[in-house]
């Protein structure tokens, strides 16, 4: 599994920017028995914790003040 680090700290969206490339970091790592996903339920709330965290993130967008317009327009 590739490792993403947060660079951006607890600023604005780029936290749950992070948040999201971690989630799915994990969703995409090995899927075995000795590995990150231990059984189907397991990987399916890591499915879900992603799948909200990307959900969230265009309210994180929107509320940014640091966000540019375009950003959000984009978003």
């Known amino acids: 599994m590739r490792k993403i680090e947060t660079v951006a700290g607890n600023v604005g969206y780029r936290s ?4 999201v490339r971690r989630f ?3 969703v995409e790592g090995p899927y075995t028995l000795d590995g990150a ?3 189907d339920v397991e990987f399916q709330d890591m499915m879900w914790a ?3 965290s990307c959900w969230h993130l265009r309210d994180w967008v929107d509320h940014d003040p640091l966000a540019s317009d375009a950003q959000k327009k984009a978003v």
Do not use: T, V
């Open 16 to 19: 749950q920017l992070d948040r």
């Open 24 to 26: 799915l970091a994990r």
């Open 37 to 39: 996903h231990a059984n």
């Open 50 to 52: 992603f799948f909200q």
